[in-house]
């Protein structure tokens, strides 16, 4: 089981070519296994407005589209999908390194976080959830740029499901 999506897709899909024979799951679909087993309860208390970032390494190039989505529902999110999503979504600009650069951008262009961002931002979500630790770095410091981001957080699809888990009641000693 891994937890980022470009380390997936590397021990998937590179590593047979060395040899290396793997059975590779992403976190959200153990997650998502797990929730439809009844093994994690959600408490699904309201809706919150979602909009859901779909990674570049575990959306296009792998075509795992419903597992963080079933997650997030079963936690009680209002997915809200945006233009781009799924098959046509769109890069945060980690993958393409651009997380590591100090980009000077020319007049009149943003930066590709930036243009994420604000497609994320466009239905006026209350939270914008991913499943990558990059994109999450990535739409964070868009939200930052954008001003919003004392009002509107970018969430791990697993942190949003800790939120929303019932609390097992500790039992009282008499």
């Known amino acids: 089981m891994v937890t980022c999506p470009h380390g997936f897709n590397t021990l998937k899909n590179e590593y047979p070519q060395l040899g290396g024979e793997y059975e590779v799951i992403h976190y959200t679909q153990l997650l ?3 929730v439809a087993e009844g093994k994690l309860k959600t408490t699904s208390e309201g809706s919150m407005r979602i909009t859901y970032h779909d990674s570049c390494f575990l959306g ?3 075509h795992i589209y419903e597992a963080p989505r079933k997650v997030l529902t079963a936690a009680g999110a209002q997915i809200i999908e945006i ?3 799924r098959e046509n979504g769109f890069c945060c600009g980690a ?3 651009r997380m590591w650069l100090e980009e000077e951008v020319a007049e009149g262009n943003k930066r590709i976080n930036m243009v994420r ?3 994320l931002l466009e239905p006026k979500p209350e939270c914008i959830a991913t499943n990558c630790p990059f994109c999450m770095t990535m739409i964070d410091d868009g939200l930052k740029e954008a001003g919003v981001n004392e009002t509107i957080k970018v969430m791990d ?3 949003f499901l800790w939120k929303n888990l019932q609390k ?3 039992p009282k000693e008499s």
Do not use: P
Request: avoid cysteine; aromatic fraction near 0%; charge should be positive.
């Open 117 to 119: 961002t604000e497609q």
């Open 60 to 62: 296009r190039h792998n």
């Open 83 to 85: 233009k781009k999503s």
């Open 32 to 34: 998502s296994q797990l």
């Open 157 to 159: 699809v697993g942190e």
């Open 168 to 170: 097992k009641e500790t």
């Open 95 to 97: 993958g393409g390194g």
